[in-house]
C-alpha cells in the first residue's frame, strides 16, 4: 500500500484513508513511465475498453458510455462554508453536507479494481508557477490521459519531498464490481449519482461518478481553474481558461496573446492557426488554460499548466487545423469518435465521410445514418509536444509577458468581428458580459444564448462578484503594463445561415490588427462598444470576401445592442452587493453611448 519513493507522510496517510473508504483491490503508485502506460493500455485493449488504431502508432480509441460524454455542469459544487461565497453562479450544497453525501458513495466504491495514486505537476515539475497535485483514481483510461494532460511521475514525488504542498483529487468512476462481475466497457455512474466537487478553502476536489474529461482528469478543470482560481485571488495572480499563443511579425517583433473563449469555440484552433497573412507566424504556448502573473517587471507573464491538449474532435481537419491534426498523428487517445474500416479514427468535418464506419456507441455507420459517426464532444487527447508550432519557450518557468487579452464566444447575430476596448475597466465589462451560444462540452442543450463571464461560468471557483473585482485589482496593479483588450466573434452568420468570416488562419488578419493597435500603427474608430476597424485598417489582402460582408462584420448596430441591455443588467443584478461599483458605471457609460 506504502510507496517507498513517497516520503510524503501526508500524502501515504491520504492513500491509506482512501483505501480504507473506497476499498480497492490493489493500490498502484503511478510513476508516469511509458512502460506504465503501455501495460494499462495492454490491459484496457485485452478487457475491450480500447482499440488499437493500426494508422496512427500508439493510438487507441475509447468509447465512453453515451451518459457519459462531456462535463456535467448541473453536478458540479463549490462548496464553502457559506453560499455567498460560492456565489449565484455556482451549485453549492454545505461541505458537511455534501462531504456526508459523498462519503456514502465513496464507500467500497473501488471494490474489484485498483486504486491508482497520480502524483502529478501543474506547470513544469519544480517551476516556481508549478502546483502539485494527487489524483486518486480507479480508472486506468484516467491515468493514460493524465500521463498526457499533466506531468506525471517520481519527480513530482521528489520535488514534494516529505513536507511538500499537494492539492488531493479523489476520483472514482463509481462502479464497484462485485466477485464475478462482468465489467463494461466504460463503467460509470448514474447522473443522479455523479458529483464534482470542490472545496476551496481546504484546496480539495472530490469527483464521483463520470471518467469523462473534466470531470475525471482532476488536474484540467477543477484543479488548474476552479481550485487555482480561488488561490490566485487569495495570492494576487489569475487563473484563466484562456489560450497563450506568440505571435511574430516580419520584422521579428513578438507579441504574446492570450484568449478565453468558452468551452468547444476555437480555442484550440486559434492557438494553433497558420496565418494567412505573408510573413507572420503562430506559436502555440497553450490551448486551454493560462496561468498568469505580474513578473518583476511589472508585466503580466502566462505559463500553460498543462501538457497536453484534450482537443474537441468534430470540426477538426487539415483545412481547418492543420497543425491540430499533427500532433495527433501518434502517441494520442480518441474518446468516442468513430473507427473506420482501416482502423483509423474519423469525425464529421474531418475530410469526406467513409462509406462505412463504426459510430462512437459503437454501431455500423454509413453517410446514409441518421445520427453522426462522432460524438459531438468527440475529444483527442495529445500531448503538446507534438504540435509542430509548439513554442520552444511553452515550458519557460517563468512564462511570456502579454500583449494582448482577447475575449469572445459564439454568437451568429448582434457582436462584431471584433472591438478593442477603451480602457482596462471597459475591457474587464466586455469580459464579464461575454455571452456564447451553448456547445456540446457539457451535457444540456446546444445553441441557446448564455452569459459566460471570462469564459469562466463554469469554472469560477468563487463568488464571480469577487472575481470581477479581481480583475479591476489586477488592471489596478498593472497600470500602464496591462495588456491591451479585445473581443472578437469569429461565428457571425447571415440572414440565411452562411459564415460571414472564414475564421480559422485568416483570423491571423485581425490577430495583425491588434498588434498594430498595441503599436499605434492603425486606425480605429471610434463606437459605443468600443473601437473598431476601419474597412481599410485590416490586412484583407489575399482575401475574397465580398464588401458587403465586411460591412455587416464591422457593423455597430446600436439597436441591437440596445435590446441587450435589459439582459446585461438582470446578468448584473444577480450578483447584489459584490457587482463591483466600476462594472455598473461601465454599463451605465455604454447605455449614455448608445443614446
Ligand atoms: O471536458 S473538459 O472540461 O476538459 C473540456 C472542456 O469543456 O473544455
Ligand atoms: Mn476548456
Request: proline share 7%; hydrophobic share 40%; net charge negative.
Amino acid at each position: 500500500m506504502q510507496s517507498s519513493k513517497c516520503q510524503n507522510a501526508k500524502l501515504q496517510q491520504w492513500v491509506k484513508e482512501a483505501a480504507e473508504l473506497c476499498r480497492p483491490e490493489a493500490i498502484h503508485w503511478c510513476d508516469g513511465s511509458q512502460a506504465e502506460y503501455d501495460t494499462l493500455m495492454a490491459q484496457m485493449v485485452k478487457v475491450g475498453m480500447a482499440t488499437p488504431l493500426d494508422k496512427r502508432p500508439n493510438s487507441f480509441l475509447f468509447r465512453s458510455d453515451p451518459s457519459d460524454v462531456a462535463r456535467v455542469e448541473d453536478r458540479t459544487y463549490i462548496s464553502y462554508p457559506h453560499q455567498e461565497q460560492a456565489g449565484p453562479t455556482n451549485n453549492w450544497i454545505e461541505p458537511d453536507k455534501l462531504k456526508g453525501i459523498m462519503l456514502d458513495l465513496y464507500k467500497g466504491c473501488m471494490a474489484g479494481r485498483t486504486m491508482y495514486v497520480i502524483p502529478f505537476s501543474m506547470g513544469p515539475v519544480g517551476s516556481p508557477l508549478a502546483k502539485i497535485g494527487v489524483e486518486i483514481t480507479d480508472s486506468p483510461y484516467v491515468v493514460c490521459n493524465m500521463h498526457i494532460m499533466t506531468r506525471v511521475g517520481d519527480r513530482v514525488l521528489e520535488v514534494l519531498g516529505a513536507d511538500g504542498e499537494y492539492i488531493p483529487c479523489l476520483h472514482s468512476i463509481g462502479a464497484p464490481l462485485q466477485p464475478g462481475q462482468a465489467d463494461s466497457s466504460w463503467p460509470c455512474a448514474p447522473i443522479e449519482q455523479k458529483y464534482i466537487s470542490h472545496f476551496p478553502a481546504e484546496n480539495l476536489i472530490w469527483s464521483y461518478g463520470s471518467g469523462y474529461g473534466g470531470n475525471a482528469l482532476l488536474g484540467k478543470k477543477c484543479l488548474a481553474l476552479r481550485i487555482a482560481s480561488a488561490v490566485a485571488r487569495r495570492e494576487g495572480w489569475m487563473a484563466e481558461h484562456m489560450l497563450i499563443l506568440r505571435l511574430t511579425s516580419p520584422e521579428g517583433r513578438q507579441y504574446h496573446v492570450t484568449g478565453a473563449f468558452p468551452s468547444a469555440c476555437g480555442k484550440t484552433n486559434l492557438a494553433m492557426l497558420l496565418p494567412t497573412i505573408k510573413g507572420w507566424k503562430v506559436e502555440c504556448i497553450g490551448d486551454d488554460i493560462a496561468w498568469m502573473k505580474i513578473g518583476p517587471d511589472g508585466r503580466l507573464y502566462a505559463i500553460n499548466p498543462e501538457a497536453g491538449f484534450f482537443g474537441v474532435a468534430p470540426g477538426t481537419s487539415y483545412d481547418s487545423n492543420p497543425m491540430a491534426m499533427d500532433s495527433i498523428k501518434e502517441n494520442s487517445i480518441f474518446t468516442n469518435c468513430a473507427l473506420t474500416d482501416d482502423s483509423d479514427v474519423w469525425w464529421e468535418g474531418m475530410n469526406g465521410a467513409p462509406s462505412h464506419t463504426i459510430d462512437w456507441k459503437g454501431r455500423d455507420w454509413t453517410p446514409d445514418s441518421k445520427d453522426v459517426a462522432a460524438h459531438a464532444n468527440a475529444r483527442f487527447t495529445a500531448p503538446a509536444s507534438q504540435c509542430p508550432i509548439i513554442s520552444t519557450d511553452w515550458e519557460k518557468p517563468e512564462g511570456v509577458p502579454i500583449d494582448i487579452i482577447i475575449f469572445g464566444g459564439r454568437r451568429a447575430s448582434v457582436v462584431p468581428l471584433v472591438a478593442q476596448a477603451y480602457d482596462w475597466d471597459h475591457g474587464v465589462f466586455m469580459g464579464s458580459t461575454a455571452a456564447s451560444e451553448t456547445t456540446a462540452a457539457n451535457i444540456g442543450a446546444v445553441g441557446n444564448l448564455r452569459r459566460d463571464p471570462f469564459a469562466m461560468l463554469p469554472f469560477c471557483g468563487y463568488n464571480m462578484g469577487d472575481y470581477f473585482q479581481h480583475w479591476f485589482e489586477m488592471g489596478d496593479r498593472l497600470g500602464a503594463h496591462a495588456p491591451k483588450v479585445f473581443y472578437v466573434n469569429w461565428f457571425r452568420k447571415t440572414a440565411e445561415g452562411k459564415w460571414l468570416w472564414p475564421g480559422f488562419g485568416d483570423n491571423s488578419r485581425v490577430l495583425k490588427w491588434m498588434c498594430e493597435r498595441v503599436d499605434g500603427k492603425v486606425g480605429g474608430r471610434e463606437t459605443p462598444i468600443g473601437i473598431l476597424p476601419n474597412e481599410g485598417d485590416l490586412d484583407l489582402t489575399g482575401l475574397d470576401l465580398p464588401a458587403q460582408d465586411l460591412q455587416e462584420l464591422l457593423k455597430v448596430d446600436a439597436a441591437a445592442y440596445q435590446a441587450e441591455v435589459p439582459d446585461m443588467e438582470n446578468h448584473f443584478a444577480k450578483f447584489g452587493d459584490k457587482l463591483p461599483g466600476r462594472l455598473s458605471a461601465q454599463l451605465e457609460a455604454l447605455k449614455k453611448r448608445l443614446g
